[in-house]
């Protein structure tokens, strides 16, 4: 299957960018070095291509009601202009994916939310299925190819951004979102992203992409720093820190407990509260290496004995630190914040210790 | 375009040797470190081990990826270069130069010649 594109892929590709196939999505992965993308988010500001993350929209009298048994977060809480972070899980509680979902500020209760690469037709499928099987009156579009967005992140990001505008964005708190002229480019502009950083994520019509890319005169940051920015944070990428098929937790394995309120009814709750009530057998943790090494994907973590235990589900060197650090899954026992376990680097077992994300310290 | 150095012999998996008196110098080329990217750690053999030509000697690992690490001729490791273990950017500042890697006592001159000119290797990657 042809790889999807971004619509400023040749211009990142001018720019000199190296690739990766993400989600079935071609994404510029690096443009000058990860370290330095990476460095120029923490200390200043990036902007990445986002554009494989997928667009939902969903409209008409029972789009709340559709949301609310969805996604595992109250909904019902969102005024126009807000947004939460939320699972979406099956009747196991399982998450399928994780999301953003923005209220709109429409006279009726409209939504807009964003689930990750490649998942867009699927949760577009889920949706219509769910919306029919329950018989709500609800509109779900599917809208991932009528936007680019770009995440601008950083210290320097908000000045950055208000510079293209005259909206008050600068009022908008975290998770806060509207509509503003960007570089005279009407674009959903929401205080969210997922470095850790203060910064605005733009929805921006497709046709319009380059307009606002060239106004926000930073350091582009391809997918590379934004995986490790986002490890440093200790934050999920589906597909990999979770995956509905090969990796199926619940949102309390995965440390996302807090996006689930079991006093609204949604697919997967009872399963949740259940889950709940009983605790976790294993738990998404932190790991740095005590030795030298570099943890990745897929390498075991022992105990002291070299009993295999768990797995690393992201891991790299960190940017910041230069350290070396990992997410991963561990058993509850194992779980605790300083103990000591292994990571197995090409057959060697490498001293470790848990540790709570973020890796960072004053975040 | 990437620096390909005429004086040095080049393996086609990125790895260049550079005769020195009676041993060979060990590194990766300047394409090798671009296409890694910020390379952040080397595992390398100890003095006195030996490398065969085509085997793995070591590994190379960059934020993104990890390689393994290819000796281009064989013989015992007569050095290796420490200052990457605290300093692995230096394979990408300098990868001719201080991000060299090992030095091997050639044990057969041969081998030498059985590796890619300059410049064979500039076609190989262009």
């Known amino acids: ?363 | 375009m990437f620096d390909v150095p005429d004086d040095t012999h080049y393996l086609d998996s990125h790895e260049w040797a550079r005769r020195d008196d009676g041993t060979v110098r060990v590194g990766i080329s300047d394409f090798a470190q671009d296409e890694l990217g910020d390379v952040v750690f080397v595992e390398l053999p100890g003095v006195g081990d030996d490398v065969s030509a085509g085997e793995t000697f070591g590994v190379v690992e960059s934020i993104k990826a990890v390689s393994d690490l290819y000796a281009p001729v064989s013989g015992e490791v007569t050095a290796v270069n420490d200052d990457l273990f605290d300093q692995p950017e230096l394979v990408n500042d300098d990868p001719y130069g201080d991000g060299w890697m090992l030095e091997v006592a050639l044990a057969d001159e041969s081998e030498l010649d059985d590796l890619l000119s300059a410049e064979a290797y500039r076609d190989q990657i262009e």
């Open chain 1, 1 to 363: 299957m042809a790889l999807r594109k971004p619509p400023l892929r040749e211009r990142h590709a001018e720019r000199g960018a190296k690739f990766t196939e993400f989600g079935g999505w071609d994404m510029p992965v690096e443009f000058d070095s990860i370290r330095e993308e990476h460095t120029a988010v923490r200390e200043a500001a990036g902007i990445f291509d986002v554009s494989h993350m997928g667009e939902i929209e969903v409209a008409g009298p029972d789009a709340t009601a559709l949301m609310q048994r969805l996604t595992t977060n109250d909904v019902t809480a969102l005024s126009p202009g807000d947004s939460q972070y939320a699972a979406i899980t099956d009747a196991e509680g399982a998450i399928i994916d994780d999301t953003v979902v923005y209220r709109l500020p429409t006279d009726d209760a409209s939504y807009l939310f964003v689930p990750n690469a490649g998942h867009d037709e699927e949760i577009h499928d889920w949706w219509i299925d769910h919306r029919d099987e329950w018989d709500l009156d609800a509109t779900v579009r599917n809208a991932t190819d009528e936007y680019a967005m770009f995440a601008v992140q950083g210290p320097d990001a908000p000045d950055l951004v208000a510079e293209q505008t005259d909206a008050p964005i600068r009022n908008l708190s975290k998770f806060e979102a509207q509509y503003a002229d960007v570089a005279g480019v009407d674009c959903w502009t929401a205080r969210t992203g997922y470095t850790g950083e203060d910064g605005y994520e733009l929805l921006v019509p497709t046709s319009e992409a380059e307009t606002v890319w060239d106004a926000v005169d930073c350091q582009p940051c391809g997918l590379g720093a934004r995986d490790t920015l986002r490890i440093e944070m200790g934050y999920l990428l589906s597909g990999q820190d979770f995956d509905h098929e090969s990796n199926p937790r619940t949102p309390y394995e995965a440390g996302i407990g807090f996006t689930v309120k079991l006093d609204t009814e949604f697919l997967g709750r009872d399963a949740l509260e259940a889950a709940h009530a009983e605790g976790v057998a294993e738990k998404f943790v932190g790991l740095t290496l005590l030795d030298r090494g570099v943890p990745r994907t897929g390498y075991d973590v022992t105990d002291e004995d070299g009993h295999v235990v768990g797995t690393v589900t992201s891991g790299t060197m960190s940017p910041t630190l230069n350290e070396p650090i990992a997410l991963g899954y561990l058993p509850a026992d194992h779980a605790d914040p300083g103990t000591r376990v292994r990571v197995v680097v090409r057959g060697q077992q490498k001293r470790a210790k848990v540790v709570t994300p973020p890796f960072l310290e004053d975040y």
